[in-house]
């Protein structure tokens, strides 16, 4: 999917706004991810379940050193599972990037995320963040999603994700892009040390997730992570 690199939207003096800096090397890095596929309404062979689908993960080093800068996530569901975006109304991207969610429809909301990020030199306690994520209409059958972060200790600091959630078959992917999180001239780009989304709001007809078949007891998915310094690796979890 090709969609334009939002980074973050906050005014130079919070520290979060400026150059790209140098990024890390990411060799070594280990993602733990984590994904949960709850059945929420009774699965019928003519109507699928609904379903409340979270997916999360945290970047790091055995050693104990500063990550990598995550460039994209890319997650296959359980078989079956899928997203119905009926019943959801949809947020302008535009708006969305001009920081005027608040006047985004209630039924565009079809979840909610955290995030934590690391900007030493500036800080070494990492930045808390919460995000809403809003349905933004097609990009031909593929549904388009925006996740709009707000750094809880500085408000007016924001930043977006990219998610797309593609469907052959039987099978569904999620693929989510981060864009570079500058700091100041100079330093280094901040470093996302962990993301969750939870895709629990409901629209007009039920939640976004879909369950056609139950999703078995131990069913693993396999997830790839890819880097800004052309790096990748892989994971895998237990959805149900």
Known sequence: MQRTRIGWLAVATTG?????????????????????????TKIKP???????????????KPDGSRAANLSSADLTLPKGTFVDT?????????????????SCPAKSIVGHATADIYSSPIREQPYASTGVIYFTGMKGKTPQFTTYFTLVEI???????????????????????QPHIPTAPGLPDAT???????FDAKGAKGTLFRQAKPCKSGTKVPAKYGFYDGSSTSSSAKAC
């Open 155 to 177: 408000p007016s600091a924001h930043g977006l994700d990219a998610i797309s959630i593609s469907r052959s078959g039987a099978t569904s992917k999620i693929h989510m892009e």
């Open 46 to 60: 003519s109507s699928p379940g609904q379903s409340k689908f979270s997916w999360g993960f945290t970047i790091a």
């Open 192 to 198: 996302p040390l962990d993301i969750h989304f939870n």
């Open 16 to 40: 979060l706004l400026a150059v790209t800096g140098v990024t890390a090397l990411a060799a070594g890095e280990t993602v733990n991810t984590t994904v949960k596929a709850s059945k929420v």
């Open 86 to 102: 009926k019943g959801f109304q949809t947020c302008p991207q535009a708006k969305i990037e001009a920081n005027d969610v608040n």
